[in-house]
């Protein structure tokens, strides 16, 4: 799971500001899927929404720390917003784990990642920018003529319904952004998705959440998957324009497959390497598209 939704109006600084946050981006991208691999290594344990709610779980209390959101106050709006955004991060987050059950990471990432192009291709509303769709679906294709024996349709209708989540996710942190200071919001909205994955982690993990070194590997993959990375791309969101920075996250697919490759020894053929690829491509290319347009997210 994939990025943080956020995106704040950055500016262009020296060169050498600029390639530090690059390389924050790149550690973001890398510490988020050595978190996906070590949930996929804790899978046959509590299973994929025992880790979704160790996840939000651990994710939720850290944000809550740093935080410190205020309980009083808010709006019936603000309110409405902050649910929202908690339900759809809990439904993002238990579909993309159930895809990674049935899907190799980096092709689950790849099909997920087509969420937030579509939305990209949708927001510049240029012909440009529909192009950049056919390559995607180019890429799928490929994905799917180079390894139909590791596809299977709950796999991709997991993948799909987390590429369309997590376009809802981006749409909802832009509306808790206009509705609550700092990180009040994500936080409020980390403890209600918490809340949401409990009666479902809880019955698919059943007596794993005993055991401590699991409940100690389920932190860890909440620091790595969530905290880590919010953390580094807000940095680097000082530093880079939302275009730049929208490009730089298109290459989570790539970043996903070499974990998938080094950490759980999923190899991937060329043809589906070059979909991959394809779809990297189109994300970069309608992010590109639509860089003059006003972003969708102020603050997370």
Not at 22 to 47: D, K
Not at 124 to 139: E, F, K, M, N, S
Not at 284 to 297: D, H, M, N, Q
């Amino acid at each position: 799971m994939t990025g943080t939704g956020a995106s704040v109006p950055g500016a262009l600084g020296a060169p050498s500001a600029r390639v530090l946050a690059v390389g924050l981006v790149a550690t973001g991208l890398v510490c988020q899927e050595i978190g996906a691999s070590l949930a996929v290594l804790l899978f046959p344990q509590v299973g994929p929404l025992g880790m979704v709610m160790l996840r939000l779980v651990f994710s939720a209390l850290i944000l809550l720390l740093i935080a410190r959101p205020a309980w009083r106050g808010h709006s019936a709006r603000a309110w409405r917003s902050a649910l929202l955004l908690g339900g759809v991060l809990a439904l993002m987050n238990g579909l993309f784990y159930l895809a990674l059950s049935e899907l190799p990471l980096g092709v689950t990432v790849t099909i997920e990642v087509l969420g937030p192009l579509t939305l990209a291709v949708i927001v510049a509303q240029t012909r440009t920018a529909w192009l950049w769709t056919l390559v995607a679906l180019a890429g799928i294709l490929a994905l799917g003529g180079g390894g139909w024996d590791r596809l299977t349709l709950p796999g991709v209708l997991f993948a799909l319904g987390a590429a369309a989540s997590w376009a809802g996710y981006i749409l909802a942190s832009a509306r808790v952004g206009r509705d609550f200071v700092k990180l009040d919001g994500l936080a409020l909205a980390m403890a209600f998705g918490a809340l949401l994955s409990l009666p479902f982690g809880i019955a698919d993990a059943g007596p794993a959440l005993l055991r401590i070194d699991l409940i100690a590997l389920g932190a860890a993959v909440a620091v790595l998957s969530s905290t880590i990375p919010y953390a580094l791309e807000l940095s680097a969101l000082r530093r880079l324009t939302p275009a730049v920075f929208g490009v730089l996250m298109s290459l989570g697919p790539a970043t996903a497959s070499a974990a998938g490759f080094v950490l759980l020894g999923q190899h991937l053929s060329a043809l589906e390497l070059t979909g991959i690829a394809l779809v990297i491509v189109a994300s970069a290319g309608a992010v590109w598209a639509g860089r003059t347009r006003p972003a969708l997210e102020p603050t997370v």
